[in-house]
């Protein structure tokens, strides 16, 4: 399998550091990626020699690293994908709503990465399908993909994402949710607020209200399963169509939640790319109508 190339050039405050310090602290290298260089059909190099974690670097220096291409085993299945943003390293998707991002027992072929499998294929690619962000099934919008593990490392934590939502009730101001979160004692899906939970912050500015429900948009602090929809439930305004938390499917027959927003730093363009989706067209009908 043919190896993927990734260039870095040494500046003047990395002359005369060793390779492995220069990787680690200036281009955010982790230790896991350090390893399966070492180890793997790949390496490390400075014009085409082979160079060890030990060796000295110097100003001007082009580093070269060689990743092992990997294999794909998801069951590639043909399908409509609105890609927003796509290079050799990155792939930003809006996912639609009732469709889950990875593969589960009950969801074998109807998946994001089953049809990411295919248009890998097209492009004669191949990698392991990594979401650095995640969405519920009835969850739409944006969902941004690694395609190699060196670059999932550089960039997972330099996103930044935002929703909008319908919950229930009406809510005029601005707040925020820092309630802890855990697995429900009697369920494996469902998350409720607890104290014994994992740190969990939301905040929450509405944009819009109608009659019974209100138009929101939401940035998240921590990334916990179900976070928004087990806070705004906590705080007595589930969203609409959200009925595992008590949010009602007469107006949505799925959770009224879109991540429409999301801007990630390029980890070798040392560019800011941001991208925003359509709001679905039923949430404005929920505020005029519901």
């Known amino acids: 399998m043919s190896l993927k190339s990734f260039d870095f050039t040494v500046n003047e405050k990395n002359d005369g550091a060793t390779v492995r310090d220069f990787l680690r602290r200036s281009c955010g290298i982790t230790a896991r990626s350090m390893t399966v260089l070492k180890y793997s059909d790949g390496g490390i190099f400075r014009a085409e ?9 110097h100003a001007g220096d082009v580093i070269t690293l060689k990743l092992p291409g990997e294999a794909n085993e998801i069951t590639p299945v043909e399908g409509d994908l609105d890609i ?11 996912k639609p709503a009732h469709m889950p991002v990875h593969p589960t027992k009950t969801h074998q072929l109807d998946t ?7 248009h890998q294929r097209s492009r004669g690619e191949s990698y392991i399908f990594r979401a650095l962000n995640r969405l519920d099934k009835d969850t739409s919008g944006c969902v ?14 330099n996103i930044e994402k935002s929703y909008v939502a319908i919950c229930e009730g009406i809510i005029k101001e601005a707040g925020t949710i820092d309630r802890p979160i855990g697995l429900a004692d009697s369920s494996k899906i469902e998350r409720v607020v607890r104290d014994d939970g994992s740190a969990a912050i939301t905040h929450y500015r509405p944009i ?5 429900h ?3 948009r939401l940035v998240l602090e921590t990334g916990r399963t179900h976070q928004i929809r087990c806070h705004m439930s906590s705080i007595g305004h589930p969203l609409a169509g959200d009925d595992l938390y008590g949010g009602s499917r007469r107006f949505i027959d799925r959770t009224a939640l879109h991540c429409d927003h999301l801007c990630f730093r390029h980890p070798f363009e040392n560019m800011l790319y941001s991208y925003h989706t359509l709001i679905p067209d039923v949430f404005f009908q929920i505020i005029r109508e519901g």
């Open 144 to 157: 941004l993909i690694a395609k190699d593990r060196l670059t999932y490392a550089l960039v997972k934590d």
């Open 49 to 57: 020699q082979s160079l060890r974690s030990c060796d000295i670097v």
């Open 208 to 212: 819009e209200t109608g009659n019974q």
């Open 112 to 118: 994001l990465a089953n049809i990411v499998s295919y």
């Open 84 to 94: 927003l943003f796509e290079d050799d390293y990155l792939l930003l998707i809006d």
């Open 214 to 216: 209100t138009y929101l």
